[in-house]
């Protein structure tokens, strides 16, 4: 799979996507339809439990569906043989709880995923340093986590998800574990690359204010998305 | 940053409990290469001892014992009369305690054989006579027993007298009591047994002259055995048993460091499974998660096996100011013996890893978004 591949097919097809735990006792996904199209930013919303979460591990291969089918670029994404190249080359996760390792610098955090890429040690280097800045954390670079604010954490957590220069960013409660101010500026940070490079964003949140700044907003029920449309007009960030 | 990076960092995420894995496989490496070490240079040291004495074949009954078993003197007539054979000289010797000393090697030779040939004297003079009274001791039984040329000294019920101190040529000689065939005979109340003959063969004799020499010996006198000296040592069931005993030792100490490394890799990977699971999210296939813990528990294993090693050789070395070890062995603590200890740690490491490796490369990626 290649990020340059152009085509008119939608980047992400759902055809009845269902996840079952605990023998079906526990239905958390019950028939989910939807397309992404390449460069779209959708936001998931729902309550708690309404298995957002599940959808976005679905779509980032963490997991595979009980049934039904997920095509990328019209390939099938559980049928995929080798789920962590895909995982590599084509995703970047931005977790609530960051998840960076506390024992690696920003720098060497931001590198940790280009192990699977095809960058010689410099290469890593220069390109986690180029991203670091793009997210405003050239001053930072040989820091450990711990010695960075929550809002900072994130912005390597985003760098980091933009190392193997994936297609897809999938973003779970991207702000849920900051304060207004830097939840606001990370949010403006996501959105601001998902447009300058092109990327396709995909958003869990509960929060119908991060939601609404999305070009479409798919809200899940019990399982279920129940309403896929786009919001407010005056609100949506990727609208004309 | 290197892979190697992401290895040593694991490694460094828990400093004392790294600390004290490596103490265990340390302690356990150090065991080998002390315990083999010594049964290697007890072996060895032999060898050069009866080398320096110009011994090219030993004759002696089969035997368990690191001392093989007596046998009457008449043997070596028959010796004497084969081809290629130069001379002979019988030889009486026991490992027993002396006085105040723990073990010692008590070197009986016929009187006037050419084993007395090498020793030089480094003070006094060598016994008059066949039935005189006296020893001459190597300058290193001489520094254990803290003897000097005209002291006294206890041979089982007997008092005999010092006249000299003498080189050798070889620890195993330095380390030696050395008197006279018919003496220690006299006092062991065995007047004709002896336990070994040093057989000198004429300077032409070929290698497979002096295997068709062994044949002959051991066809004509067949409670006896002749072997070249390098075949004596490496034959003798005695050094075997220790060497065997050495490893057996050795193995107990490596199964602790096994255990104590397995533990420590299955405790990172139980510790770090929200780590992993991150990493297997952000794309990292599960053969480098595997490669990542097994590389980290080699890793344990190699510097395991250099500070070891380092261990044992000191260990060796203070070992060996013992009165106990002294003059009886040179330790052997050559490249191979050292080099094999550290293939072993990193082995032991290795091995130690592959089911915490196994552990780790099941978990699945989605709980890097549950947990934390």
Redesign the interface.
């Known amino acids: 799979m290649s990020s340059s591949t152009a085509s008119a097919a939608p980047l992400l097809e759902a055809r009845g996507l269902t996840r079952e735990f605990d023998d079906g006792q526990v239905k958390a996904l019950r028939g989910v339809d939807f397309s992404i199209d390449a460069g779209e930013f959708i936001a998931i919303t729902g309550p708690s439990g309404c298995g957002k979460s599940t959808l976005l591990q679905l779509l980032g291969a963490l997991d595979r569906p009980t049934s039904g089918d997920l095509l990328y670029r019209g390939e099938s994404v559980p049928n995929l043989s080798d789920l962590a190249a895909y995982r590599a080359s084509e995703i970047g996760f931005i977790f609530q709880a960051f998840h960076l390792l506390p024992t690696f610098t920003a720098l060497e955090n931001v590198q940790i995923p280009m192990f699977e890429g095809y960058r010689s040690r410099s290469e890593r280097r220069e390109h986690a340093v180029e991203l670091l800045r793009l997210v405003g954390l050239e001053d930072r670079l040989d820091h450990f986590p711990s010695k960075l604010s929550g809002g900072e954490r994130q912005r390597v957590a985003v760098a980091r998800s933009l190392a193997n220069e994936p297609s897809l960013l999938l973003a779970d409660e991207p702000t849920g574990n900051l304060d207004s101010e830097n939840a606001h500026s990370v949010l403006d940070l996501i959105i601001r690359l998902q447009q300058e490079q092109g990327r396709t964003l995909v958003l869990v949140t509960h929060d119908p204010t991060i939601a609404e700044r999305a070009g479409r907003i798919l809200h899940m029920t019990d399982g279920r998305i129940v309403s896929d449309q786009a919001p407010a007009p005056h609100n949506a960030a990727t609208r004309p | 940053?290197?892979?190697s990076?992401?290895v040593i960092?694991?490694l460094?995420?828990r400093p004392l409990r790294t600390g004290f894995t490596l103490a265990g496989i340390s302690i356990g490496i150090a065991a080998v290469v002390a315990l083999v070490g010594m049964a290697r240079g007890f072996q060895q040291s032999w060898e050069v001892g009866l080398k320096a004495r110009g011994t090219d074949l030993v004759v002696s009954n089969r035997s368990g014992s690191l001392t093989p078993k007596p046998f009457d003197a008449s043997v070596s007539d028959q010796i004497k009369s084969l081809p290629h054979v130069a001379a002979t000289c019988d030889i009486l010797v026991e490992i027993t305690s002396i006085e105040d000393s723990d073990l010692m090697i008590l070197s009986a030779r016929e009187w006037g054989g050419f084993s007395w040939d090498n020793l030089k004297l480094i003070s006094g003079r060598m016994p008059n006579s066949a039935t005189e009274p006296a020893v001459v001791l190597g300058q290193t039984a001489a520094e254990v027993l803290k003897k000097k040329v005209g002291d006294p000294i206890q041979i089982e019920t007997k008092e005999l007298k010092v006249v000299g101190i003498v080189k050798g040529g070889a620890v195993v000689e330095d380390g030696s009591v050395i008197l006279s065939l018919p003496l220690l005979q006299g006092i062991l109340g065995s007047p004709h047994q002896i336990n070994a003959i040093d057989v000198r063969v004429t300077p032409s004799t070929s290698e497979q002259q002096l295997q068709a020499l062994t044949h002959q010996i051991e066809q004509r006198i067949p409670q006896v055995r002749a072997v070249t000296v390098n075949e004596h040592l490496s034959h003798n069931e005695g050094f075997r048993l220790v060497e065997a005993m050495s490893w057996g030792t050795s193995l107990l100490a490596l199964l602790v460091g096994v255990l104590g490394v397995m533990n420590t890799m299955l405790m990172t990977v139980f510790e770090r499974t929200?780590?992993i699971c991150?990493?297997?999210?952000?794309?990292?296939?599960?053969q480098?998660v595997m490669r990542m813990i097994l590389y980290e528990s080699a890793v344990l294993g190699l510097t395991g096996g250099i500070v070891g090693v380092a261990l044992g050789v000191i260990g060796v070395r203070l070992l060996d100011k013992t009165p106990a070890i002294r003059g009886l062995l040179q330790p052997d603590l050559g490249l191979p013996l050292l080099g094999l200890s550290v293939v072993i740690a990193v082995a032991v490491g290795v091995l130690s890893g592959l089911y915490p490796a196994w552990r780790s490369s099941r978990l699945?990626?989605?709980l890097?978004?549950?947990?934390?």
């Open positions: 940053m290197t892979f990076t992401v960092r694991g460094l995420r929200h780590e991150v990493l297997l999210a952000v794309g990292w296939t599960r480098r699945t990626p989605s890097a978004l549950q947990a934390g």
